[in-house]
């Protein structure tokens, strides 16, 4: 069993940053693969960025590519989303979520366990 708990969300303004960071319970996380996914009211949840376990191989949205990097720190148990360049259509909610398995997925349901979210908002 893996939990995941997700903080440093906040309001911005466009053009500036945030790194989000994504705390796991559980030995086993360094062997799990992680994903960031997002979702804005109204509209269906999204896939931003996904890491395999060794942080080796990374996959991005296109929306996100170049300004967004997903890493890891596995002996923190810990994934990170460091967001810059910033854009108003990126606030939505922000969750974290890791999967069985040491590969990389862009399909939420290939994950297993999710984070609540946390909040990212972007001023224009």
């Known amino acids: 069993q893996v939990q995941v708990v997700e903080s440093g969300g906040g309001l911005v303004q466009a053009g500036g940053s945030l790194r989000l960071s994504c705390a796991a319970s559980g030995r086993t996380f360094s062997t799990y693969g992680a994903g960031w996914f997002r979702q804005a009211p109204g509209t269906e949840r999204e896939f931003v960025a996904a890491?395999?376990?060794?942080?080796?191989?990374?996959y991005y949205a296109d929306s996100v590519k170049g300004r967004f990097t997903v890493s890891r720190d596995n002996a923190k148990n810990t994934v990170y989303l460091q967001m810059n360049s910033l854009k108003p259509e990126d606030t939505a909610t922000y969750y974290c979520?890791?999967?069985?398995?040491?590969?990389?997925?862009?399909?939420?349901?290939?994950?297993?366990?999710w984070g609540q979210g946390t909040q990212v908002t972007v001023s224009s």
């Open positions: 890491i395999n376990w060794s942080g080796g191989s990374t």
């Open positions: 979520a890791a999967r069985v398995g040491v590969g990389i997925s862009y399909s939420s349901p290939a994950y297993h366990y």
